[in-house]
């Protein structure tokens, strides 16, 4: 099983501040498929990457995705109110064993 | 635009069974490359795949958790589901269902797009 480690676990930013947001996986992601998801309390994920670097449909250009192998990376170049959320990300190369990371909350300083 | 929504029984005493089920409205279950897929999050916690059927009916479940849990698909109800076994309070948690792109060929199945489509979840409690 592939597992995925988030860093940092809570990161504390101003609206407007860019957001840098870590994903390791203890072994290479085949394909590099790795997502990106945002969850706002009480509501299901969202999907806002795949394939690592892909933005997903109808996803602001303010969140991209970059990476390959083991080592992703999520930014929100300005931190907009409505992104103060938690972020996961998810791994779909092995397709018999989803995994997710622990999660990143981005919340306000 | 696909919409998914869950439907479950609230409230469990343990060792009782789990039933959820995943409507799915304007668009086919059985139509395009997709699978149909299961999610949880316990209170507090963070996102934890069950397992997935495609619409030919093979499944690929979560083997940490066991294989305790069932997944089946009903095309006539354009609907799938989720059943698990003799539940304990550690089961306590929503379960969302989700639809993402794969598709089965040659007796094997390919995933090759993540979960774009989530229901808003279901939340079952266990508790005696």
């Known amino acids: 099983e592939i597992v995925l480690t988030q860093s940092p676990g809570t990161l504390s930013l101003s609206p407007g501040e860019r957001a840098t947001l870590s994903c390791r996986a203890s072994?290479?992601?085949?394909?590099?498929?790795l997502a990106w998801y945002q969850q706002i309390p009480g509501q299901a994920p969202r999907l806002l990457i795949y394939?690592?670097?892909s933005r997903a449909t109808g996803i602001p250009d303010r969140f991209s995705g970059s990476g390959s192998g083991t080592d992703f990376t999520l930014t929100i170049s300005r931190l907009e109110p409505e992104d103060f959320a938690v972020y996961y990300c998810?791994?779909?190369?092995?397709?018999?064993?989803?995994?997710f990371g622990p999660g990143t909350k981005v919340d306000i300083k | 635009q696909v919409q998914l929504q869950e439907s479950g029984p609230g409230l469990l005493k343990p060792s009782q069974t789990l039933s959820v089920t995943c409507t799915v409205s304007?668009?086919?279950?059985?139509?395009?490359?997709?699978?149909w897929t299961w999610i949880r999050q316990q209170p507090g916690k963070g996102l934890e795949w069950i397992g997935y059927?495609?619409?030919?009916?093979?499944?690929y479940y979560n083997l940490s958790l066991k294989s305790l849990f069932t997944i089946s698909i009903d095309t006539s109800m354009n609907q799938f589901s989720l059943k698990l076994s003799s539940v304990t309070a550690a089961d306590t948690a929503v379960y969302y269902c989700?639809?993402?792109?794969?598709?089965?060929?040659?007796?094997?199945?390919?995933?090759?797009?993540?979960?774009?489509?989530w229901g808003q979840g279901t939340t079952v409690t266990v508790s005696s």
């Open positions: 989700a639809r993402g792109g794969g598709y089965c060929s040659g007796g094997s199945c390919y995933v090759y797009y993540p979960m774009d489509v």
């Open positions: 304007d668009d086919s279950i059985s139509s395009g490359s997709y699978y």
């Open positions: 059927i495609f619409n030919s009916g093979s499944t």
């Open positions: 072994q290479s992601v085949s394909r590099n498929y």
């Open positions: 394939g690592a670097s």
């Open positions: 998810q791994q779909y190369g092995d397709s018999r064993r989803f995994t």
